[in-house]
Each structure stands twice: as structure tokens, then as C-alpha cells.
């Protein structure tokens, strides 16, 4: 199914260079000087080798019909991230690197989307928005109340984020995965 380029996104399966690759990280950049691209790493279904490549946002890429299954993530060990089929419950192991930057978002019993190409998984579909819990901060400036003005955090899975700066440690905190950026606070 043909899409425009700017709307690639990680976890997608796209068709390059007659092949299927998984996309890992997907960027989009908007230079001040000419038009505007996907920085994309994408990483080959069979090979497992990775490439960088751009694509212009007006472009259209082929992405690929995939057969699309709600698994649970059990475990990470030595080989690979374990995951379970919730319906026929049999037992699968996929690359620790198929999430890219995305992977400490992926916690002990999460349900997602793992997506096949011929009884394959190839790609793993975490949900838009995961509930972290703040572990670090700075405190409170009183006075500072600029709308632009956000503040450096430490989450519970160990990633950084930018926020607000009424956000204090130890708050719940929506996170956009893709992104890794502040959504608003949990309720």
C-alpha cells in the first residue's frame, strides 16, 4: 500500500530496493534551506543488516501488508526479547535492537503489536503513549512561569526527557514512545 514518506513511522515494514526492512528510527527533518525529508534507519527483514537512507516527505513508499498479532512481552535474556502470542500462547524470541530507541519503553508484561510476514515476526508495535514515573528532576523555581521553559528528567527506565517545570520527582507522566517526549501528566 503506497504512503507518503513523511508519514513513515517506527515499527513499520516498507519495501526498498525490492526488499522487505523494518523501520527502526524515523526522524523528520525540516532544514531552513530546501524541502523538508524522513531521516529513516531501517533494518532488513532477512539479512539483518541496517541502512540510513532519506526520503523527500512527498515521495511514496510501498508499505507492506503485514499480518498484525497482540503479543506480551515476557522477558529479556541473552538471546533476544521473549515474546507470547496471547492467542495460541506459543513462545517467540526477536533481536533486542527491533525497537531502536524506543526499547526502554518496553516493560515486563506489555501487550503489543508484533507484526508477520509469513509466520515471521519482523516488527514489534509499542503503544503511542506509555505512563512513566519521574525519578529525577530539579525542584520547583518559584517565579518561573515562561511556557517555553522546560526542565531535564530522569525516568524510571532510564530516559530523559524535557518537562514542564511543575512536574516534580516522583510524579506519573504520560510519554510519547516514538518520540520520547512529554505527552502530560498521568491522571
Same mark, same amino acid.
Given at each position: #500500500? *503506497? ?13 526498498? *530496493? ?11 527533518? $525540516? ?29 511514496? +513508499?510501498? *508499505?507492506?501488508? +503485514?499480518?498484525? !498479532? *497482540? ?70 523555581? !518559584? ?18 526527557? #524535557? ?8 510524579? $506519573? ?13 498521568? !491522571?
Amino acid at each position: #500500500m *503506497k504512503q507518503q514518506a513523511g508519514s513513515i513511522r517506527i515499527g513499520w515494514v516498507i519495501e526498498y *530496493k525490492n526488499k522487505p526492512w523494518t523501520v527502526t528510527k524515523a526522524q523528520h527533518i $525540516k532544514p531552513g534551506k530546501g524541502g523538508a525529508f524522513m531521516q529513516v534507519e531501517m533494518k532488513a527483514v532477512e539479512e539483518g543488516t541496517k541502512t540510513n537512507e532519506r526520503f523527500r516527505t512527498e515521495e511514496t +513508499v510501498e *508499505k507492506l501488508m +503485514v499480518e498484525e !498479532k *497482540k503479543c506480551q512481552f515476557l522477558f529479556e535474556d541473552s538471546t533476544g526479547l521473549t515474546f507470547m502470542d496471547n492467542e495460541t500462547y506459543e513462545q517467540f524470541i526477536m533481536p533486542t535492537d527491533i525497537l531502536g530507541d524506543s526499547r526502554p519503553f518496553l516493560v515486563d508484561g506489555m501487550e503489543v503489536y508484533i507484526n508477520f510476514i509469513a509466520e515471521k515476526p519482523v516488527s514489534v508495535d509499542l503503544p503511542q503513549n506509555v505512563v512513566c514515573v519521574v525519578t529525577e528532576t530539579e525542584p520547583v523555581v !518559584k517565579g518561573q512561569t515562561a511556557a517555553s521553559s522546560y526542565k531535564p528528567a530522569i525516568l524510571d527506565n532510564g530516559v530523559r526527557v #524535557m518537562v514542564p517545570p511543575f512536574i516534580t520527582t516522583g510524579e $506519573k507522566i504520560v510519554v510519547n514512545t516514538s518520540e520520547a517526549t512529554y505527552v502530560e501528566r498521568a !491522571k
